[in-house]
């Protein structure tokens, strides 16, 4: 026998976590007190919570009596379970009267109920334990699957019994005045995280706390130098922390173009180092200083699960909080959906989509977070007279239109009409969804030289 199967075979013939007087107890001040202490109590506490299973189903009984709207007594239970074999096998009203027996606390049973959720807390860890191991020795299930299947698992021990239940308006009325007076402060700014363009702000009043961000284009239009001017006003220039995922350009063509908009030095000068002037070198290396100063995180490994997009998220903020235990990740940002790749290869190519934009959504709601997302248009653009993206050009439309709390289109009409003098340096951002705000569309000014977008107002004057 290995030394793994010996160390196994010694932890399975251990007794699992558990207290049978705190059990006891609870159930003894629930049979005692029941008008005082039920809501408490199953507000707090499950049957699988108990580890004996004759105070399981004790317990459920007094639940379904509960919610019969029937009286919780010793008379009660034992009617609810006169034909519970696990009952009458534990003795029936005769353990009933070993509960009645014991002195019942009206005070210090909540902490007898803490014990009872951690005890079963470590058991269910153990059990995630042994599926890890048993799924890893059978090597039926891709790794990447298994590992969301293990995360799932574990991070769900850690979800309190207060999620589950309503919240008095209470606790939503002090967030939305937490909200408006912040709004108040601003005098009209933005209640979110500036993009830096403020005519777009004026529209989105920022990207909000969890909201998920959807920004389309086609081809050429611009949309990842879009992205990363975003990136470049929100992590260099307001210090915010920032994590972007480049599923497709390396992490140094993504660096270069930053460069190129921070300078405003011609992007190909980059790419070949011909003709840079002393000038131009020292606003070089000027930026390098910023942005090795800046929050800016960037993960260029190509294809990502929505597991390894999340893995990658808590080291980040991890690494953070070990330098200020407040600080938090302030933006996400993806390039792009389509690469996302999905933890089951059999699902088809709507499934998936489907799938990873609704553990997008999740993902900043547990972060707490705005993400926004690069997508890709269909072709049915380039048939129509009038190009400018619609809701209904989104690649899989329906879950993306569904989840997304604002969705964007990026437009140059320059790129279709060049030689009309009109279209010439401008761009426009079309808001064609906004769940919290008015839809509409920005107009801005594009620099192509260096793939720069300004507010009109500030670029004209």
Known sequence: MSDIQHSNNAQIQRVPPQNLDAEESVLATLLAFPEDCFDQIQASLEPEHFYRKIHQVIYKASKDLSIKSRKIDYITIAEELKSS???????????LDKLMSIIPSSSNYMSYVQIIVEKASKRQLIEAANFILSESYEEKVPVTELLEQAENQIFSIGKTSDDKFSKHAEYYAEEAWDFITEA?????????????????????????????????????????????QLCKNIAIDQKLPLVMYSLEMPGRQLMNRIFSCMTKINGSKLITGDSLSQTEVKALMKAQGQVSSSPLYINDTGSMTIYDIKNDLRRVRKSLQDKDEKAKIEMVVIDYLGLIR??????????SITKISQELKAVGKEFKVPIIVLS??????????????MMSDLR???????????????????????????????????????RNGPTGIVHLAFDKNNASFYNMSSHEG
């Open 376 to 389: 890709q248009l269909s072709r049915n653009v380039e048939s129509r007279s009038d190009k400018r993206p």
């Open 396 to 434: 899989s439309s329906g879950a993306i239109e569904q989840d997304a709390d604002l969705i964007m289109f990026l437009y140059r009409d320059e790129y279709y009409n060049p030689n009309a003098d009109e279209s010439k340096g401008k761009a426009e951002i079309i808001v064609a969804k906004h």
């Open 342 to 351: 999905s933890s089951d290869p059999k699902m088809s190519e709507y499934d």
């Open 85 to 95: 074999r696990i009952f009458n096998d534990a003795g029936g009203t005769a353990y």
């Open 184 to 228: 108040v402060a601003n005098k009209g700014g933005t209640s979110g995280v500036s993009s830096g363009l403020a005519d777009l702000d004026k529209l989105t009043m920022g990207f909000q706390e969890s909201d998920m961000i959807v920004i389309g284009a086609r081809p050429s239009m611009g949309k990842t130098a879009f992205v990363l």
